[in-house]
């Protein structure tokens, strides 16, 4: 833990959000309003998602560009997984040509889902480490890959897992973003063990405050991360009061990220599920500075 003296101010403290296109139009006014709640905590990006094998790439550059147009620094995830070089060099000219300059490059999910065998595609990326090489050979794109501080579902162990972690940063990475925990401990012993690895890019950590108790626990078995006994002790029993439910969720997830502040990081990343409400007010429990609203709805229109 560092000390107090090195604790970074609320105001020097960089956030990002993590949104994915919306499927109806009135998920996609809520997206906008979700981008122009949360763009007065001036993050440093807002991220969107990308399907494997590019499922949904038409609704990502869609949402990517409006976010650019409205004047919001977006970043569109990427995948190689079910694709050929050629074809994701192809989306990548694609979001080039809108004005996207940062990727988040991930090798993608099987076609047969989570937890089904991976083949690389003939004549593709075989792993998320060549296609960030591949981008550093296109521009000079800020690349971000994934993290895991409880290790990828499909890693053999935490020592592969960083392996490919370290393979991703010696082919140009920027910055890791971690998939959501709930332990902390988890995230320090992780970063201690990157840091042995020689990794010094940033690692941000992923804070999703939670929404629904049974959404999260699917979300985790998934993604191999843990819900914890303490978490589902909390909030199983209101998980049928939604405003009970979500004033404990954000309690909760203040006190992870002021924990990790005090820990020295200095970087976060949310997923926000496309929703302002819970992230807002998590930000504003901490403290996080906040540009003018007037100045952040300008930018938005």
């Known amino acids: 833990m560092k000390p107090a003296s090195a604790i970074p101010a609320r105001k ?12 109806t139009a009135e998920a996609e006014g809520q997206l906008w309003e979700t981008a122009a709640e949360l763009s007065a905590y001036a993050p440093g990006f807002m991220s969107v998602t990308y399907g494997a094998g590019g499922s949904t790439k038409a609704p990502t550059l869609a949402t990517v560009r409006q976010l650019l147009k409205m004047g919001l620094p977006a970043a569109s995830h990427l995948t190689c997984v079910g694709a050929t070089k050629e074809e994701v060099h192809a989306v990548v000219a694609e979001f080039q040509a809108v004005g996207v300059k940062h990727f988040v490059a991930l090798r993608g999910d099987p076609p047969g889902g989570v937890g089904a065998p991976y083949q690389p595609h003939p004549g593709g990326y075989a792993n998320a480490a060549e296609l960030v090489a591949g981008l550093r050979g296109i521009a000079d794109f800020e690349i971000s890959v994934s993290a895991y501080p409880e290790k990828h579902p499909q890693s053999p162990d935490v020592a592969a897992d960083i392996d490919m972690l370290k393979r991703k940063v010696d082919a140009g990475a920027t910055r ?20 042995k690895a020689g990794i010094a890019i940033p690692v941000l950590p992923g804070i999703l405050p939670v929404h629904n108790l049974a959404q999260i626990r699917k979300f985790a078995g998934l993604c191999g ?9 909390r909030l199983g029993p209101i998980d049928d009061r939604p405003q009970e439910r979500a004033a404990v969720a954000v309690e909760l997830a203040i006190r992870q990220v002021e924990d990790l502040i ?14 302002a409400s819970l992230v807002s007010q998590v930000c504003d429990g901490v403290g996080f500075a906040k540009i003018d609203r007037s100045r952040a709805a300008g930018a938005a229109a």
């Open 176 to 195: 890791a973003l971690t998939q959501f925990f709930f332990e902390n401990d988890d995230f320090e012993r992780y970063l201690e063990r990157v840091r």
């Open 12 to 23: 020097d403290i960089r956030l990002s959000f993590e949104f994915f296109p919306p499927k």
């Open 225 to 233: 991360a843990t819900v914890p006994g303490w978490l589902a002790d």
């Open 262 to 275: 005090a820990r020295g990081i200095g970087e976060f990343h949310f997923y926000t599920m496309n929703r």
